[in-house]
Each structure stands twice: as structure tokens, then as C-alpha cells.
């Protein structure tokens, strides 16, 4: 590599579900990182909904899990309808407003295709199975690359895979590239698998993102 060479960008792909605040929470380091890192990040929907099909819940949780179809079948739908770049914007969009707003699923997916500029119609995906096909395969990409005992989000870098980091508030500017290095780094170890401690805290959000 000559002197004048860049090193090459570091490809990741980030796997989220709407209606989930540590996902939320976590997207938001994921762009400080991308602000101080060479990373470029694909962002790919996984669904809750999808992962608890079947697991007997609290009915409170069950009720969430059945309207948490809603958002990320739109995000789908979007997806097939105009392309990967209308991924991100959205979920930022309907993000906002279910985390920040505390809309309901309904009202934040209608606000956010409009902020985004894309078609109203699309809010229909969310009570259709049309695309349940791909947002399924799409989920099973992440739950391959971690297994199923994991939740949202999840992160892939150069063929290797973590859920998490769970963080609250989300760390800004070099602390978040420097998180970014030991999640990675501890990614990367072979026979590497968990680091844990019991949260104290709840999502805390940053209004001003």
C-alpha cells in the first residue's frame, strides 16, 4: 500500500426493529460512529414480532408483539418499493416518533412516509403479509449470525456478528468511535461470546438528534 493509499472502509450491516428503544438507542451511536469512523453501514430490518412467534408471554408484551408487525412491514414495503436508501431515512422518521413523540405505531408510520416523501399507500403494508417473506429472510440473516437468544439489534462487521451494544444514553463523537473499537475488537476473538452486567437505567433519549 503506498503512502497516498486509504485503508479501506469498513462495510457493516446493522439489524433493527422499529418499536425496540435499545435498538433506537444503539442506531443513534451507530451514526456517531460512522461521523468518526471509515465504517459504511447497510441497515436491514429484524422483527421481535418474528422472533417471539410462538413464546408464551405476558399479555401486555403479546398485545405490543402483535401491533410491533406493523412498522417494520412497512419498512419492508418501502424497501421493495424504492430501494435500500429509503431504509434509513424511514426508520429514522418513524423512530422519532414512536421513542421521541411517543406516537402510536399507526400515527408515527403515517408522519414518517410523509416526512420522507414517500407514498401514504405504503402505511397499508402494515396490516398485510405481502412482504412478510422477505422481512423474514432478512431476520433469519441476523438470527443465523448470532442464534436465536438474542434480540435487537444486531451488528455484523467483516463476517462476524454481536447483538448490542446495549447503551444508554448513546455516546457521542470519539466515545462512540472508541466504543465501536472494543465491540469490534471483541468480535473479532475466536471463542469470544458475552460480557454482561444488569442495566440500571432505561433508554435515555437525546431530543436534539
Known amino acids: ?12 450491516e446493522f439489524w433493527f426493529d422499529p418499536l425496540c428503544p435499545w435498538a433506537w438507542m444503539t442506531s443513534r451511536w451507530m451514526g456517531e460512529v460512522q461521523q468518526v469512523r471509515d465504517v459504511d453501514v447497510t ?3 429484524m422483527s421481535l414480532s418474528v422472533l417471539n412467534e410462538g413464546r408464551d408471554l405476558p399479555e401486555e408484551y403479546r398485545t405490543m408483539m402483535d401491533q ?28 422519532s416518533r414512536i421513542h421521541h413523540q ?9 408522519g414518517g412516509l410523509d416526512e420522507v416523501g414517500l407514498p401514504a399507500s405504503l402505511a397499508e403494508a402494515a396490516g398485510s403479509d405481502e412482504h412478510d417473506e422477505a422481512l423474514r429472510a432478512s431476520h433469519q440473516r441476523a438470527i443465523d449470525l448470532v442464534g436465536d ?27 462512540a468511535g472508541l466504543l465501536w473499537d472494543g465491540c469490534v475488537l471483541v468480535a473479532r476473538t475466536p471463542g469470544f ?5 444488569s442495566r440500571t437505567d432505561g433508554p435515555i433519549f437525546d431530543t436534539e438528534d
Do not use: C
Open 102 to 110: 411517543k406516537l402510536g405505531f399507526d400515527e408515527a408510520i403515517a
Open 43 to 45: 441497515w436491514s430490518v
Open 1 to 12: 500500500m503506498s503512502e497516498n493509499t486509504a485503508p479501506p472502509r469498513t462495510a457493516a
Open 68 to 95: 410491533g408487525w406493523g412498522p417494520v412491514r412497512v419498512i419492508t414495503a418501502a424497501r421493495a418499493a424504492h430501494g435500500d436508501e429509503v431504509v434509513k431515512p424511514l426508520y429514522d422518521a418513524i423512530g
Open 149 to 175: 437468544e438474542v434480540g435487537t439489534p444486531v451488528v455484523a462487521v467483516d463476517g462476524v456478528a454481536f447483538f448490542g451494544p446495549v447503551v444508554t444514553p448513546a455516546p457521542k463523537g470519539e466515545a
Open 193 to 197: 461470546y458475552e460480557l454482561k452486567r
